[in-house]
């Protein structure tokens, strides 16, 4: 089971929130009025994910942010955002927030983000022993295009980057989310070019043309194919699908306020924001991920 904390003021929110969570049976769901409660009760238990709204009175959600950052760094935080805090949900995810849900489309996209944050943090309390002999490691792979082998793929790739050293516990998370988000992008837009525009449509286009898609040549036939090197400053991450690529200064400015309710470009936000350095080759059907060893933070007095 895994444990949710939702944070909100508001009891019908909150409501609204139980129900939504509440129909999937791996997880609990717990709440808390403002930040100050969501704080006592991570000092008693810390959940395995906070759910949290903005604007909330004694603590918000940003200065609560901060907090589980310094005090419970392994918990990862997805921002509910209302319709005028674009810009703080940009702030949250260069705090450190794993992602982040516009209130707006709870409803659609609640689920499969917790899933998929749940899922890059899932390893996150083991104690990973590092390997001081290993300098350097370089990992191939070649997937065939399915979705199913994104979290495991994922969990592979973070394996090492903590082993190395190269992230602590909280950028394991982001990072997971980061790569996530690059290999469905390969998936979905690249080997099946299914945009992703359509998931701003009200019926279900997006999942119908990925279904039909997935059954035809030659978009089935495609494979990504991924590259990790790991050394002892950092890891880099070089992922290429076969689809036809795209224009990549067309993508619309991810931290644009006025984006960041869109489908389109979401998951380029969430890339930029967690890793170091990102780039696309010229056809733009291969996109390289660095992330730089994580240094030790002097606290300040």
Not at 103 to 117: H, I, N, Q, Y
Not at 215 to 240: C, H, K, L, M
Request: aromatic share 6%; net charge neutral; proline share 4%.
């Amino acid at each position: 089971m895994s444990s949710i904390l939702v944070v909100d003021d508001c009891a019908i929110e909150r409501r609204v929130l139980a129900g939504l969570l509440g129909t999937n049976p791996a997880w609990t769901v717990e709440f808390a009025s403002d930040g100050a409660e969501a704080l006592e009760r991570c000092a008693i238990c810390e959940p395995d994910l906070v759910l949290t709204d903005f604007n909330m009175p004694n603590m918000d959600g940003l200065q609560l942010l901060i907090k589980l950052k310094q005090h419970h760094s392994r918990v990862p935080v997805i921002i509910a955002t209302s319709e005028g805090s674009e810009e703080l949900a940009v702030t949250a995810l260069q705090q450190g927030a794993a992602s982040y849900v516009p209130k707006t489309l709870m409803a659609r996209d609640l689920s499969r983000v917790v899933e998929t944050v749940l899922s890059a943090s899932q390893d996150r309390r083991r104690s990973d022993v590092v390997t001081t002999a290993l300098v350097g490691q370089e990992m191939r792979f070649s997937f065939p295009t399915d979705r199913r082998l994104v979290g495991p793929a994922v969990n592979a790739l973070q394996d090492y980057g903590v082993r190395f050293g190269i992230f602590n516990d909280r950028e394991r998370i982001r990072v997971g989310v980061a790569l996530e988000e690059a290999l469905l992008n390969a998936i979905i837009h690249g080997n099946l070019e299914v945009s992703s525009k359509l998931r701003e449509s009200d019926d279900d286009s997006f999942e119908k043309l990925i279904a039909m898609r997935m059954g035809q040549a030659p978009y089935r036939n495609r494979r990504v194919r991924v590259s990790a090197r790991y050394s002892a400053g950092e890891a880099r991450f070089v992922i290429r699908d076969q689809g036809k690529g795209f224009d990549v200064s067309k993508l619309p400015d991810p931290t644009d306020p006025e984006n960041i309710s869109r489908a389109h470009g979401r998951g380029v936000l969430l890339i930029r924001t967690f890793m170091d350095d990102i780039r696309y080759n010229g056809k733009g059907n291969q996109v390289t991920l660095v992330k730089r060893r994580v240094r030790t933070e002097v606290p300040v007095c």
